[in-house]
């Protein structure tokens, strides 16, 4: 969801030397500008990017990237980076989800991470749904053969979209999928939550999960 317009979000975003703000000049070049060549894993939507900080401090061994399209909700995000302990494996990029094939390069992905999208409600939005067969093309066109997608949500009409269209792929697959994460033990273990996650779950929502990968 998007978040009111905050003035000088524009500004500090812009500002804030975790953000990369030419991502395209990066395309296949991503790890050059971490302190170490590691597997790269992007959050799509990162929202205020609990989710993010809490994999990256988990997995110093992996490189994270945070996507966000709106400077009013990514200004929330790295408002929360200790500035004297900065993470050493995470970055930012303010951009539409749109054009990933543009900003990362074949085999340049290892995992994505959709956690709580705008389930875009109105049939005639269907395809800006970040797991219709629009952004699933897309998606095979960074990620590495072995590479999955990742995707929480406690919307159940968005969940079975998402199902109905990974099950029409042509190149993907449902590897794993649950209705309530927080009570499917191998699913839930080493879940980091994100704050739609834990607001949603306190109020007694189940969290529905799956992971795909190519067939």
Known sequence: MRLRNI?????????????IDEPAALRGKWNTRFEQEQPIHIEVGMGKGQFLFGQ????PDI??????????????????????????????????????????????????YLNFSDPWPKDRHARRRLTSS???ARYDRILVPDGTIEFKTDNRGLFDFSLEEIGASDIWNVTAHTFDLHHTPEMFNGNIMTEYEEKFSSQGNPICKLIAARK
């Open 63 to 112: 490189n994270y990237i945070g996507i966000e399209r709106y400077t009013s909700v990514l200004l929330r995000a790295i408002q929360k980076i200790d500035t004297e302990h900065p993470p050493k494996n995470l970055l930012f990029v303010c951009m539409d989800a749109a054009e990933l094939p543009e900003v990362f390069a074949p085999d340049e992905v290892s995992r994505i």
């Open 56 to 59: 990256a401090a988990a997995h």
């Open 134 to 136: 629009e952004f699933l």
């Open 7 to 19: 003035p000088g979000a524009d500004a500090a975003v812009a500002a804030c030397p975790y953000v």
